[in-house]
């Protein structure tokens, strides 16, 4: 540590703030969480393959602005993401690395990509035939629910691509915030206290994935001194230096970034082993998990029309029969919507003929 900053310095989490640190990194790493987080990867996929077998139909494939090339990208990316979702319930935590073995970076990709693109779009810096591209206007629904699912998880949890970046978990009034809008249990589980200790610097290798927290320790003695005797072990009681984070198994331990005195700083540390993540090696999903819950998307409208396109989109234009009752949306402006019985005809909206997408309830 810096011996011109003193851990009374830094700004560091309460009791019940670690508590709900390491219950939430618990949370954001575990298969439930990307088991969500896949489905509505796979509710984007099927909006883009329903786009496509309409522009087919209606003979606008030279003119859609999701053609068929975009759609075989996208199932790629959820391949790689099913594959990570398997792989993590067998208990498989590389999976969350940036190499060869992180299928979920390589599952983002094609949603980075077209997060830009829909930015661009819409700012018109890029354009596309929206009048000749069906189901745009979902598109843009599934594509917004993953995008913020997938942030809402992967910040604090997936490895970085550059190797010297700090850990991803900062404590500071971000954080703080963060915390206070989080759901959590009336009654959260107290944070381990293990008694046979693992410790990593900064820069060495972590030999396990799981939850490790930064503490203060003597500092690494020069590379003279180390040839004759070996780091001193540190010792019982710990002060911690900072926000506790998910570490990666084989990866390089980070640096932190702390606040102190108002400003933010880079320092080296002494990460302490707190939880080592074992889950799901013996086929089981810790009952912990049953209690779950997560704050994105962060429209309802959002979550259950994803939810819907997952299962099946049927949409209809003006003066068309419904082949399905229950509630429609109308595909430009999602919050307007109507409720007809099956073989009612569709409306006029605002004197003009629109398409209407059935939502999740229906009737027969």
């Given amino acids: 540590m810096n011996h011109s900053i003193s851990n009374s310095a830094i700004l560091l989490p309460s009791d019940v703030e670690r508590q709900q640190i390491f219950y939430f990194l618990q949370r954001l790493s575990s298969v439930t969480a990307w088991r969500r987080i896949f489905e ?108 913020e699912a997938w942030e809402d998880c992967s910040y604090q949890i997936l490895a970085p691509r ?41 820069n060495e290798y972590t030999p396990f994935s799981g939850i490790w927290e930064p503490i203060e320790a003597a500092q690494k003695k020069t590379s003279l001194l180390r040839l004759f005797s070996a780091d001193p072990k540190p010792q019982p009681p710990f002060k911690i230096m900072g926000a506790m984070n998910y570490l990666h198994g084989g990866s390089r331990a980070p640096r932190i970034d702390v606040i102190a005195a108002g400003e933010s700083m880079s320092l080296d540390t002494t990460w302490r082993l707190l939880w080592r993540d074992d889950r799901y090696t013996d086929g089981r999903i810790p009952e912990q998990e049953q209690s779950y819950r997560f704050t994105a998307p962060r429209t309802e409208l959002a979550q259950n029309y994803s939810m819907a396109l997952a299962k099946e989109t049927v949409w209809a234009e003006s003066g068309s029969a419904v082949p399905v009752g229950g509630t429609w949306l109308l595909e430009s402006d999602l919050t307007t919507k109507i409720v007809l019985q099956k073989g009612e005809r569709l409306p006029l909206h605002q004197g003009r003929e629109v398409r209407w997408v059935l939502a999740e309830d229906r009737v027969a």
């Avoid at 599952?107 to 929206?130: C, L, P, Q, T, Y």
């Avoid at 900062?170 to 759901?183: A, G, R, V």
């Fill in 40 to 147: 509505y990867y796979k509710a984007w996929a099927e909006c883009v393959e329903n786009s496509v077998r309409e522009a087919d139909r209606l003979g606008w494939a030279d003119r859609t602005g999701l053609p068929e090339s975009d759609y075989v990208l996208i199932m790629k990316g959820l391949a790689h993401c099913e594959e990570g979702v398997v792989r993590l319930g067998k208990g498989d935590k590389r999976v969350f690395k940036f190499d060869s073995n992180g299928e979920f970076e390589m599952a983002w990709r094609i949603v980075s990509h077209w997060k830009r693109m829909k930015s661009f779009i819409e700012d018109g810096d890029n354009g596309i035939d929206e009048a000749h591209t069906p189901l745009w206007t979902e598109f843009k629904t599934t594509l917004t629910a993953l995008y």
């Fill in 162 to 202: 550059y190797l010297d970046e700090p850990a991803l978990t900062m404590y500071n009034t971000w954080l703080q915030n963060e915390l206070k809008s989080m759901p959590f249990p009336a009654v959260l589980p107290a944070v381990p206290d293990p008694l046979d200790n693992t410790f990593v610097r900064t």
